[in-house]
Each structure stands twice: as C-alpha cells, then as structure tokens.
C-alpha cells in the first residue's frame, strides 16, 4: 500500500528546504518532480470524511472517482524515493517485520503520483499528492499485496506530459523488487 517511503537522496534537500529526509511519513512535507520542476508538496489528501488523509489512490480505479479524476489528468508527478516500506506478520506474532523495498541495483525508485489542489478553512490554499499502487508483483505478494506504480528514470517525462503513457502505465504489472527487512 505504501504508507511509508524513505527519502535520502541529499540532491533534493540542497533544491529544497524543509521536507523531510529520512522516513518520510502521511502528512510530511516531501519533494516531488511535476511539471514545472521540483516542488516541496504534502503528502496526502485531505480526507471527505475524517481528519485523516488519504495517500494512495488504486491505479485500476483512480480515473472513475471524482477525487482523484481531474488531478491524475492534470496534474501528474513523480515522487523520488530510495525505496518504500511494507510490514508483515510472522507466525501468528503480534509483532511485524519492516520490509524496505527497492529496485535490485538501483539507488533511486520513482513513484508514480498526482498532486491536488485544496483549501483551508482560513482560505488559503495549498497542494498534496498521493501515490498511485498496482497488484504486488510476485517478488513482494507474500508481504503485500499492493505496490506503488514504479517508473524508470526515462519514463518520468512521459508519466507528468504525456496522457497516453499515463494510460500504459497504469494498466501494466509492477517490477521485480527486493524486499529488505529493517
């Protein structure tokens, strides 16, 4: 489901300041790359119902609901990770192990998102992005069964400009990843 990601690339914190490096958690200040570059942006929407947030969004359905319609057309990004987290329980254990997940021999792993447009009750306004997830791929389906919508580094162009291979990559599988428990 990836409610969690690591952040430690320091090229970003040298464009940016104040986001969140390290861990980065629902409702932090995070880089992400949109179509007029890098932007320092909340991670989540805000939630219809409840104080909470809503920070993924189902790449099979996100066209068909009005919340996530008009920014998954507009307003694409593309969120830079080291990796992203997903917990397990073993044997019955109340305890979870932390799995990161990452590309196999890739620092970077890049994530496919959008960015939202809100208001405050005061008036003022502010952006969020969720992260869009796929059908785990086998390498991670005994962990979880989602995963983020993960592109190459050539591919993010075509995910922030181009409708088309928005399309493709919402509707193909997920890579192979390497899970690493923490």
Known sequence: MCGRYLMDDEAYSEMLTGITIG???????APVIAQGGVAAV????PHWKSAGV???ARAETALEKNMFR????????????CGFYEWRRTGGSKKKDKYLLRLPGERMLYM???IGLFSEADGSEYSAFIILTTTASASIA???NRMPVILTPDERDGWIKDA??????L?????EVVAIIV
Do not use: D, Q
């Open 70 to 81: 008009a920014p998954l057309l507009n307003r694409r990004c593309v969120v830079p990770s």
């Open 164 to 169: 088309g291979f928005m399309e493709y990559a």
């Open 23 to 29: 861990e980065v958690f629902p409702t932090n200040i």
């Open 42 to 45: 909340k991670w989540g929407f």
């Open 54 to 56: 809503i920070i993924n």
């Open 171 to 175: 509707h193909r599988p997920g890579p």
């Open 142 to 144: 005994s962990i979880h």
């Open 112 to 114: 496919a998102g959008m």
